[in-house]
C-alpha cells in the first residue's frame, strides 16, 4: 500500500512535467509567430511612378555658324579739340547727350580774336591804299593791264624821239643837196641820240613804277590772308561737333583755359556696331563680305542682334593662325554699348540635319547633360551632348534617336530604370 507522501511527491513531478510542457508550447507559438512577422516586414514594397510628360525628338536641317567672341566698338570715335587755345566760356553738351553734325559744343572767348582781325583788316585797308597810290604814279587804273607806252612820262619821251627821227631823216636829203651844213647835221643826230637815252630811261621808270605796284599788290594780298586767318580765328572760338553721336567723355568745363592739344569731348557714333572677331584658318573659305552675323549679349540673353561681315582682312595671324573679321551690327535702338562683350555667329550657307529636343528635357549637372527617354512605362537614363538652341529646342549629339520620346517634365526625379507615368 503506497504511502500518502510518495502520492504527494508523484502529484508535485506531475504538475511539473505539465508547465514544463505548456511553457514550451508558448514559446513555440511566439517564435512562429515572430518568425511570421519578420517574413511580413521584409516584403519589398513597389515604389510609386513618377508621372511625366513626353515629347518626340524631330529632325530639322539647322543652319550651321562659326562662332567667336569678341569686343563691341563704336562705329566712329572723335576726341573734339579746339583748333585755337582761348578760355572756355561755354559747354553745349554733356555725358550721354546727343548731338547732331555741326552742332556746338564749346564756346571759347573771342576777345583777342576779334581785335586781331581789326588790326589786320586795319592793316589791309593801309596796303590797298599804297596800292591805288602807286597804280596812279603809272596812269594805270584798277583792272587794268600794264602797257608803259600809256605811261604819260613815256608817251612824252617816244613823241619827242619820233620827232626828231623825221628832223634827222629830212637833214641826211639836205646834207647830200648841200642845203644843210654837217655839222648841224651831227647836231641833230646827237639831240636824237640824247631823246632817245631820254624815252628808253623813261621806259625803264614806268618799269620800275609797275614793280613798285606788284610790290604793293603783293603785300596788300598778304594783308588780305591774314585778314581772313584773323576772321577765320574768330569762327574757331567756336567748337562744333565733327559727327552725329553721342557724348561719351565731357573733358572742359566754364573757365578752363584749353589749347590746341586740349580735349573738349568725346563723341562717338553707334549704329552700327563694329566687332572684331579671329576666325580659325580651316573656316577661312566660309566667310565672305555681306555674310550675315548673329549677335547676342548677356544684358539681352533672349534677343538676338541681326548684321553682316563688313570687311576680312587680308593677312592671316602668324601666331594664332587666325583670320581677323570685322562685322557690323545694326543697333538703331541704341541697346548695344561700345566695350559689351558678345557672342558672333557667322551663319554658312549650308545647312544640315540636326536632332532636336525641347531644351526642358536637357538636365544639365556641371559639365555632364541627360536626357531620360520613355520606353515601356521605364525612364532610360542616355548621356547627351549640347548643340545650338532653336527657340525652345535644343540639339542633341548623339544619344537620341529621331521619334524617340524623352521626358519633358519632373526630369530632376527621374534616374535610370525608374517607372513612369505619362
Known sequence: MISLQSRIKSLFVLLALCAAGALSVACGGSRAQGNKGVEAEGAPTPAPAIEVSTAPAITRNLPRFIEATGGLAADEQTDVAPTVAGRVVAVGVDLGSYVQRGAVVARLDDSDARLRAEQSQAALAQARSAVEQAEARIGLRSGQSFDPTR????????????????????FEKLIESGDVSRSAYDQQKAQRDQLREQYNAALAQAQQNYAGVQTARAAAQGFAVQVEQARKGVRDVVIYAPISGYVSERAADV?????????????VRTNPMRVRIDIPEQSISSVAPGQSVSLSVSAYPERAFAGRVARISPNVS???????????????????KPGQFATIRILLPQTEPAILVPARALRTEGNTSRVFVIRDGVAQERLVQAGQREGDLVEIKGGVAADELVATSNVEQLSDGVTVRQ
Do not use: C, F, H
Open 255 to 267: 573757365g578752363e583755359y584749353v589749347s590746341t592739344s586740349s580735349k573738349v569731348a568725346t563723341i
Open 151 to 170: 605811261v604819260a612820262e613815256v608817251g612824252s619821251a617816244r613823241v619827242a624821239l619820233d620827232l626828231a627821227e623825221k628832223q634827222l631823216r629830212r
Open 318 to 336: 602668324a601666331q594664332s593662325r587666325t583670320l581677323t573679321v570685322e562685322a557690323e551690327v545694326e543697333n538703331g535702338d541704341g541697346l548695344l
